[in-house]
């Protein structure tokens, strides 16, 4: 205000546009913010191409001595002599993300629907912080529950079929879908909140039920949120540890059968690299090429869903 | 142009043989906030009314009140009767669904649905029935046609509704009420977001439609009431002794002609004039 007034009375030609001592204070702030941001973005970036670049070298120098095993079917890497066919880490880990994603993905999308257009105010307010709770639960405390009280409980006792050793890859699905289940809920529910209320006056008017409304336009109109929300929680069952370890096991038997005990491609990371693989072993240098396999198919993936949320989206105005 | 009579009642309320709504004491509060009360009037069939008044008269609440849209806010609640020819509009037995495929909406803001064109007109008959191919593709060009929209949309129906302009998408709207074949259309003030070549184009469109169908519409434009409706009812928003609560009233309702020549109340003569509001 005082330097308004200042620049004002200013006489030499011109310096009344100079900036004023208060504008050169905000300008020295703005370059400082401006460099604390542009940080943490190269930092950000760094980071990831430096684990990427990482991975690569011990990942090359052992499919040159391993090539032709690589599509075998038994993985048996740290053995003697060692076998490298990934197949069973494969289907291992496609079994549990798929029962994973059969209880996410329902039970969420359901949650979602009821949160953004059913629930009542009230409701809402108390279900949503339940929610991010179930988020917030560690995973170790999930794949306990899985290993002392799904396995034993509820797989050897009911399902037919399967090697009844303790673990299951059934029990890691399970135990992986819960996991994942808030994750579909909860962005699904903010993509279809954003939902303008106009969308929904509209169906109400022409006659829609509640239903129909909700499912007819709210989902459709809020479809990128959702195929997101989905996305989400696949990668996050793809890249999960603790459980599957826990869980299903560190065997890693060829099967379909999710009452067998199965080995996942990030569990067997988990379970290999906790272990004492010197530096350059051919056991070390497994834990790589497996990282960059779940790395590629993570990034495939990523890529996918970008391609189908780019293709739903909508603009509402 | 208007074969309805009109008597008064001993309340001195305008009355038309075989109206389409008759409101007796309606008030609509939300929660404990009493938005609008004491409105008696009748609406009459196959005509444009128009509801004018400041901002907060409660023109918008009564409109929505007339195809229960208010049920969707929670906490609104309707006192008073409404009745929709015979029948109470808000008999617990009636059910708010019915109510709205019968008495369709046209929004402020166009609102088409994120699908094509075809798609948006088509969606009121799927859900109300089940048409063929066939049937449903006669009842989006009839619709489209009495939108005056056909003639710029034919060779786009699988366009997004979204790629219209504004006024195409509002008449898209109007399409889309028209496809459920209602007998009324609620218009709460379509044209407050297009520019005046578009919202010609919405009122020739009134007052083509109002041959079929029963419109009442909520407007700002004093301009726009005088040149599309038939009947004006004038609201005015009081402010309790307290100072601390307003309350829309309705002030008066006459034909156009005599609301916006020679208006009973003083307060009508001063808004249509632009001396208030």
């Known amino acids: ?317 | 142009m208007t074969a309805t009579s009109t008597e008064r009642n001993a309340q001195g309320v305008m009355e038309f043989i075989d109206p389409v709504f008759t409101l007796s004491d309606v008030a609509v509060s939300y929660s404990d906030f009493l938005a609008v009360s004491n409105v008696n009037l009748q609406i009459p069939s196959m005509d444009v009314t128009a509801f004018i008044g400041p901002s907060g008269c409660g023109k918008s609440t009564i409109l929505r009140s007339l195809n229960r849209t208010n049920d969707l806010i929670p906490g609104a609640k309707v006192h008073g009767k409404i009745s929709y020819h015979e029948a109470d509009l808000y008999d617990p037995k009636a059910s708010a669904v019915e109510v709205r495929r019968r008495i369709g909406m046209v929004f402020q803001k166009p609102n088409p649905f994120p699908k094509s064109i075809y798609e948006n007109i088509a969606f009121g008959p799927k859900v109300n029935g089940r048409p063929s191919k066939s049937e449903l593709d006669v009842i989006v060009e009839k619709s489209l046609r009495s939108a005056a929209l056909w003639d710029e949309v034919k060779d786009r129906l699988n366009d997004s509704a979204l790629s219209l302009s504004g006024g195409q998408q509002q008449r898209l709207c109007i399409a889309r009420s028209l496809a459920v074949d209602p007998e009324v259309i609620l218009m709460d003030e379509p044209c407050s977001a297009l520019d005046p070549i578009a919202t010609a184009r919405i009122e020739d469109l009134m007052i083509e439609l109002k041959r079929d169908y029963t419109i009442v519409i909520v407007t700002h434009n004093m301009q726009q009431a005088a040149r599309v409706s038939s009947y004006t009812a004038f609201f005015v928003t009081e402010v309790n002794p307290l100072g601390d609560r307003r309350t829309g009233k309705l002030v008066e309702f006459d034909s156009t002609s005599k609301m916006f020549s020679n208006p009973t109340d003083p307060r009508t003569e001063a808004y249509v004039t632009g001396k208030m509001g």
């Open chain 1, 1 to 317: 205000m005082s330097d308004l007034s200042k620049a004002g009375t200013s006489t030499a030609e011109g310096a009344w546009l100079a900036p004023s001592a208060h504008l050169r204070r905000r300008n020295f702030f703005q370059s400082i913010a401006v460099n604390v941001m542009r940080i943490g973005t190269l930092v950000t970036a760094l980071i990831t191409t430096g684990i990427i670049f990482s991975l690569i070298p011990p990942t090359i120098e052992l499919l040159g001595e391993i090539t032709t095993q690589v599509f075998g079917t038994t993985w048996a890497p740290l053995f003697l002599p060692p076998e490298f066919g990934i197949l069973p880490l494969i289907t291992g880990t496609f079994v549990i993300v798929i029962i994973a994603m059969f209880i996410a993905i329902p039970f969420g999308l359901a949650a979602a629907l009821f949160l953004s257009d059913y629930a009542s105010f009230n409701v809402r307010r108390v279900v949503k912080p339940i929610l991010e709770i179930l988020a917030g639960i560690p995973t170790v405390v999930l794949g306990l529950f899985g290993l002392y009280v799904i396995n034993p409980g509820l797989v050897e006792k009911y399902w037919p079929i399967g090697e009844s050793v303790g673990y299951s890859a059934i029990g890691a699905g399970l135990m992986t879908g819960v996991l994942t289940l808030p994750i579909v809920a909860s962005v699904a529910d903010d993509a279809l909140s954003a939902v303008p209320r106009a969308m929904r006056e509209a169906g109400f008017a022409l006659g829609a039920t509640r239903r129909e409304v909700a499912t007819k336009i709210v989902f459709n109109a809020g479809i990128s949120g959702v195929v997101a929300a989905v996305i989400l929680a696949f990668a996050r069952a793809f890249g999960e540890t603790t459980v599957a370890l826990m869980v299903a096991g560190s065997y890693p038997k060829l099967s379909l059968n999710p009452g067998d005990p199965m080995q996942t491609m990030a569990s067997f990371i988990g379970f290999a690299g906790i272990g004492d693989q010197p530096t350059d072993s051919t056991g070390y240098k497994t834990i790589f090429l497996v990282g960059s396999i779940l790395f590629l198919v993570t990034l495939v993936f990523n890529l996918l869903g970008n391609r189908i949320i780019s293709r739903f989206r909508e603009v509402y105005e």
